[in-house]
Each structure stands twice: as C-alpha cells, then as structure tokens.
C-alpha cells in the first residue's frame, strides 16, 4: 500500500483508479496525504437541474485557468448490480483524453444525502494524487440532499425555472448549506422570477448567478465566483455514524442462508472466520451496508454464550465512526462502558463494543471509517 501512495503522489492514472476502487470497497489505505491541498466544491440540487452538463462545462472553465480537476460523480444504484449507472461519466466523455482531468463515477448503494457511504475516502485519494479541484456532484435527490456540506468548501446549489414553486419545495434542505446560487437554463421563461424569490429568501446574503450550461454561457462567471469565494470548513455538520452492518446470531449459517439466499433472494455471501471472537461469519450486502450471520465456532466465545442464554436473534449492532479514540473518551465521560481496547478486524479495520447497559439493551460495535 506504501508503493500506492507513492503512485498516486506521482499522478499514476492507474494507481488512482486503483485505490478508488480499494476505497469503495471498504480496504483502508495508508500513506495517504491529510487533506488540505484541492478546493472541494459540491454541486448539488433537485433532478432536472442540469448537475452534469453544468459540470462538463465548469471543468472546461476550469482547466482554462490552468488548474486540474477531478470529478466525483455520484451516481444512482443500479437494481441488478448495485453500481453506478455511469450517466455522469458517459456525460462528460468529452474531457476524457485530458491528462489534467479525473473523472470517476461512483454508485449510492442506498444511501440517503445525495452521497456515497466511500465519498469523503475518494477525496482524500484524489487529494493525495494532487488535483488542485475536486468536484462533488450529488445523485440529485432533493430537500435531504445535504451531505456534501460534510466535505466540501464550497456548495454550488443549481436550480431551473419551470418547475413549480421550487423554493418551497427545497428550501428546508438545500437552501441553508448553498454558498453559491446558479440558475441554471437561464434562457427558459420564469428565469427572472426564480431569481427574485431566491433573493427574497437569502436577502443578499449569498450570490446568486445565472447560466445556460447547454451552450456554456455565464459558466467562466460561476468559475469566477466559486474561486473567489471564502472557503469553510468541510466539517461544518455534525458526523454522521451510518450502520456498518447488523449482526445475527445463528445455530448454523448454511441452515439461516437458506432463508435470506434462497427464499428472500439476497446474494452469495462473503464468509470467513474471525479467530479473536472465536465466530463463523457470512456476509450478506443489504444496501448501503450488510447482514452478518455470526456462528459460533465452538462451546466457548460471546456468540456461543449469546446463543445459549438468548437463542438466535440480533447480536450486535455496528456504526461506522470517523475515529475510535474521540468516541470511546465521550463515552466513558459520560459514564458509559466500552468492553475492551480497540481490536484489528476482517479487512484491517478497528474496532470496539459498549456494553447494552450503556446503549439501551443492545451491544453496539463501533467501527473506526479510515483506520
């Protein structure tokens, strides 16, 4: 991994491509720079706004100022596979033979917010590779869509005449995280009316631009803006702790399997034996995170004791943290008990569990996101 830090501070194509996709795949990577370096800038709003074309032609505006730019393109699951669509990238085809511009598509995998579960970990990728811009485009999901407030610098919030009263149909999400307003189709009738009602609402507080993506107008101006614009910082919201996964006591996984693969359908696990919890585990995607079938491997261990006292049931439930060691001093601050020192996991994560008397009846295990 030490080797692919190099790569990706030297701008390898490949070892980029490469550790983005460790990083979607939940392998910690090391050696990877703090961020700081890239301008993080999100651009977000509602479907129909224009987010990818109004970003093929920012990274046009872009590159013009002499600066490279990577792009993280959010895009909706696929049903069949649960990867991206690759709309956005197919899009943005056009600057593909450009060295100074990375492009990478990437799927929600259920996720709400407009984000991926692996986002923030494809920006410290590309900020170790130097890009001097990072572009976040969400999937365009609405009012909720606010997750890119947790990463980036600066938010763009597009928005189009002609449908509806859009204010009102965004302004409890949105709205209060935009740094920068662009009406985007600015050529459309009600152009004008969209722009005294965003005034209205942010009483000049906030600029506000208008554009035509489709044939570049007023995009270099959006550059211009965005550029100039103070930067705060990405860490403005408070973290969120998304479930890493549920875990499932069971007498014997191939016996449960046959119910969540062969009668509710789900797909072929990922198993393997984790020694220092003396357990069997399966592993079943479900979403943005996964079902673990825990069999005890014998007589003795949490899952065995958990199975004679209880039956089978839910075990444990585990959250993804951004760092262990903050978590567990809040904790024991405020009296709670943490049941052992962080542990090294499958796939090299750490990890620790409260006792249910701290957490309200349940064991909770919590992850450690970049460990």
């Given amino acids: 991994m030490t080797d692919l830090a190099a790569r990706l501070r030297s701008g390898d194509r490949r070892a980029i491509a490469r550790a983005c996709t460790l990083v979607e795949a939940g392998i910690p990577l090391s050696g990877l720079a703090p961020p700081g370096h890239a301008l993080l800038i999100g651009i977000t709003g509602p479907p129909g706004a224009g987010k990818s074309t109004f970003t093929t032609e920012l990274i046009a505006a872009i ?11 959010v895009d909706p699951s696929s049903m069949r596979t649960g990867g991206a669509l690759l709309g956005d990238r197919i899009r943005m085809q056009r600057h593909h033979e450009d060295p100074g511009v990375f492009i990478r598509s ?20 590309l900020d170790t590779a130097g890009f001097d811009v990072i ?11 606010i997750e890119v407030a947790r990463l980036a610098h600066i938010v763009a919030v597009l ?3 002609g449908q509806g009263d859009e204010i009102q149909a965004i302004k409890a999400g949105i709205m209060e995280i935009a740094d920068l307003f662009v009406i985007n189709k600015a050529d459309h009738p009600g152009a004008d009316k969209l722009y005294r009602e965003i005034e209205m609402e942010i009483h000049g507080e906030r600029p506000i631009l208008k554009a035509v993506a489709s044939t570049g107008d007023g995009i270099p101006a ?41 009668a509710l359908g789900m797909a072929e696990p990922t198993r393997e034996t984790v020694a220092s919890e003396r357990v069997h585990v399966a592993m079943l995607p479900a979403g943005s ?50 049941l052992s020192e962080p542990r090294v996991g499958a796939g090299g994560h750490k990890y620790v569990f409260v006792h249910p008397a701290t957490t309200g009846g349940v064991l909770l295990e919590l992850i450690e996101e970049h460990s």
């Avoid at 572009?135 to 869509?145: A, H, P, W």
Wanted: charged fraction near 15%; aromatic fraction near 4%; include cysteine.
């Fill in 63 to 73: 590159r013009a100022s002499g600066l490279t730019v990577a792009v993280i393109a």
């Fill in 106 to 125: 990437m799927a929600t995998r259920g996720a709400v917010g407009g984000l991926a579960p692996s986002t923030s970990g494809l920006v410290q990728v």
């Fill in 135 to 145: 572009l976040i485009e969400t999937v365009g999901v609405g009012q909720d869509e």
């Fill in 159 to 161: 928005l189009v005449p």
């Fill in 222 to 262: 959006v550059w211009a803006c965005l550029a100039a614009l103070p930067r705060r910082h990405p860490t403005a919201l408070p973290p969120s702790f998304p479930i890493d996964h549920l875990g499932i006591a069971v007498a014997n996984i191939d016996e449960a399997l046959r119910f969540y693969q062969g």
């Fill in 289 to 338: 995170s996964r079902l673990e079938l825990l069999e005890p491997t014998g007589p003795d261990g949490p899952v065995a004791k958990f199975l004679r006292e209880r039956g089978p049931g839910l075990h444990h439930i585990a959250l993804r943290v951004p760092a262990l060691q903050p978590a567990i001093g809040r904790i024991t601050a405020a009296g709670g008990r943490v």
